[in-house]
Structure formats: C-alpha cells, structure tokens
C-alpha cells in the first residue's frame, strides 16, 4: 500500500513538511510512505495549459499522485483558507480522473486552523473517493525545533501519526474488498 503525504507550505522549517516527513519515518506494516515533491515548482493553475501532455512539473506531480493508493494532505492556513501552493496543486488534479478513486486523509498541525482543514475536505470530497475522517487528525502545537526524527520519538506524537496511517490504510483496504 503505497501513501503520499503531501505537505502545502514551502517554508523550510514548516510543521506541515516535519510531519509529512515523520510520515515517512514511521514503520507500518504494509504501507510504503514516500513524500510528494515538486509542489512548489508547479505553475499557477491554467486550464488552457491543462493539456497533454502538461507542463513538465504538472506530469511530475501527477505521476506521483497516480502511483499512491492515498493521500495525505497537511498545509498550513492563510487568511481563513489553505495555503495558495495546495488550492494550486489540487487545482492541477482536478481533471485526472485517476485521482477520483484515491482515498485522502487530512492532518492538521495547529488547532486553532479550522478554515484550511475545512477547505481542503471540501475540495476532496468533490474529487476524490471522499476523506477518510479516522484518519484525519488534529495534532497539538509542534515546538519549532522539533525535527521529523523527534516527531517519530514521542510516543503521543507517532502513536496519532501511525494510527492515521492505519485507518487510511483500513479505508483503502475496505474500499479494494468491496469492489
């Protein structure tokens, strides 16, 4: 079971890209974590460039949400909403209709951000399987310089982050049986 967390924030010591990180780091039994790249280098959504082939960093990004059997979606909020590099990203995979049948999750690292959390289920649940709310969590504030590694080390901290995974891989697994 492959999962893509992906994180919306660009800054270089983000909570959400630490987290999304600590994903990678955690050992659940059959689930692969790789982390999406290239967020950043997409260009600003276009529907006239929403052609085929599309611009290289859209097919990139693409391929990489096509190859995972769900998402994870952490990005900060600005100004009641998610952050302008995820809307952009969900943006570009509207129209791939590979990415309807992907089931996503939603982990939000600061519990006073209700809008972006709340904007990314709107978005998924118009494009994708729908979100999986066991595996959606909120996590407590995250000291600055807590790094990925120090994530996976507290207990509370990877004890949310792998039963997320899990309930994410519970859903796909529940979703593969039914069909």
């Avoid at 780091?25 to 280098?41: E, Q, T």
């Avoid at 096509?66 to 979606?73: C, Q, S, V």
């Avoid at 080390?153 to 519970?170: C, G, K, N, R, V």
């Amino acid at each position: 079971m492959r999962i893509l967390p992906i994180s919306g924030s660009l800054r270089a010591a983000s909570s959400n890209s630490r987290v999304v990180a600590a994903l990678a780091l955690l050992d659940v039994p059959g689930v692969s974590v790789s982390v999406a790249h290239g967020l950043g280098d997409l260009p600003h959504f276009n529907p006239d460039l929403d052609v085929d082939p599309a611009p290289p960093p859209v097919e990139a990004f693409r391929a990489q949400v096509l190859a995972a059997d769900g998402l994870i979606l952490c990005s900060p909020e600005y100004a009641h909403g998610v952050a302008g590099v995820m809307k952009n990203g969900l943006d570009w995979l509207v129209s791939v209709i590979g990415v309807y049948e992907k089931r996503p999750a939603i982990i939000n690292t600061a519990a006073r951000a209700l809008h972006a959390p709340a904007h990314m289920r709107d978005n998924l649940n118009v494009m994708t399987a729908g979100v999986v709310e066991e595996a959606s969590i909120t996590l407590p504030h995250l000291p600055d310089d807590l790094s990925a590694e120090a994530i996976v080390a507290d207990p509370a901290l990877a004890a949310s982050l792998t039963q997320a995974l899990e309930a994410l891989a519970d859903a796909i697994r529940a979703d593969r049986d039914a069909a």
